[in-house]
């Protein structure tokens, strides 16, 4: 895995049975994504945005076993492939050995004006860099 990112489960995640409603899933794979930018690759979101954009074009995910109110999960992310302007990744979580949900999301390099753009020079070298085990 390329980037790690803890997340405990927290009340406002779960339904009043205090199991993971499903929806609070995406959330929190935003929030690894968002992370492994701004951490692994020196790129954070807030300084994307004005000018560009990574949003979610694709998203599939397998819900393994129920998280709870509670749990320790640690998102896992894996770049699996990159090309012109779209980046494929795989995340999954786990908490005490189990895995619980896996994702396979694509996001795409998009302009100001919301058409997919090549990801620029520096930021492929990083994301490269990163699936090679370089950085």
Same mark, same amino acid.
């Given at each position: 895995? @390329?980037? @790690?990112?803890?997340?405990?489960?927290?009340?406002?995640?779960?339904d009043?049975?205090?199991?993971?409603?499903?929806? +609070?899933?995406?959330?929190?794979?935003?929030?690894?994504v968002?992370?492994?930018?701004?951490?692994?690759l020196?790129?954070?979101?807030e300084?994307?945005?004005?000018?560009? &954009?990574?949003?979610? !074009? *694709?998203? *599939?995910?397998?819900f393994?076993?129920?998280? +709870? @109110? &509670?749990?320790?999960?640690? #998102? $896992?992310?894996?770049?699996? !492939?990159?090309?012109?302007?779209? #980046?494929?990744?795989?995340?999954?979580?786990? !908490?005490?050995?189990? #895995?619980?949900?896996? !994702?396979? @999301?694509? %996001?795409?390099?998009v302009?100001?004006? &919301? +058409?997919?753009? $090549?990801?620029?020079?520096?930021? =492929?070298?990083?994301?490269? &860099? %990163?699936m090679?085990? =370089?950085?």
């Amino acid at each position: 895995m @390329h980037f @790690h990112y803890p997340q405990k489960v927290l009340f406002k995640h779960c339904d009043p049975a205090g199991i993971v409603f499903y929806p +609070r899933f995406f959330e929190m794979i935003n929030d690894a994504v968002e992370a492994m930018f701004s951490d692994a690759l020196d790129w954070p979101f807030e300084e994307i945005h004005p000018d560009q &954009g990574v949003p979610t !074009a *694709s998203i *599939s995910v397998q819900f393994k076993a129920p998280c +709870r @109110h &509670g749990d320790q999960l640690m #998102l $896992a992310v894996e770049i699996k !492939a990159i090309g012109t302007s779209s #980046l494929t990744l795989k995340t999954r979580a786990t !908490a005490q050995d189990q #895995l619980r949900f896996e !994702a396979d @999301h694509t %996001l795409v390099c998009v302009g100001a004006d &919301g +058409r997919p753009t $090549a990801w620029p020079d520096d930021m =492929r070298h990083k994301i490269t &860099g %990163l699936m090679e085990g =370089r950085t």
